[in-house]
């Protein structure tokens, strides 16, 4: 089977895009988080702004218009599609440091109660600001980080009740 790619626009638009596609693109990388592509005769000016690769979600601005994109493969659909979710048997009570970075921001407080794929914190790690998000609904019992405070990574970040 072919994989294909199911990308999701802004929640509204929809789209395939297949490894062929994806190779026929010219992309010269500018920076850590910044493209200038040629598709066909035509040029784009792209920034990843925001990453979230757990989710597969990503906040991309093309020639000055933002995007929310959301991308699935052939076994993110088929799992959608027998009615699983990736992750629900698993029950997670901390968000630790994918990666080493600078917390830029922290969006909730102790106590708050939050629900699944609400923002945490975004961490800047290699010159790029990465979502972190719930990964269940719940409320914060602690929160270990500070902004603007650097972490390593499986550092613990915040604990839900």
Known sequence: MNQIYKVNVNNSFDFDVSPEQVSSLDAIKMSASQFHVLQ??????CEIETSNVNSKSYKVKVNGNTYNIHISNNLDILIKDMGFEVGASKKVNEIK???PGLILD???KEGQEVKEDDALLILEAMKMENVLTSPRDGIIKSISVSKNDTVDKNQLLIEFE
């Open 40 to 45: 066909g005769h035509k040029s784009y000016k």
């Open 106 to 108: 922290i969006h909730v």
């Open 97 to 99: 440091a994918p990666m």
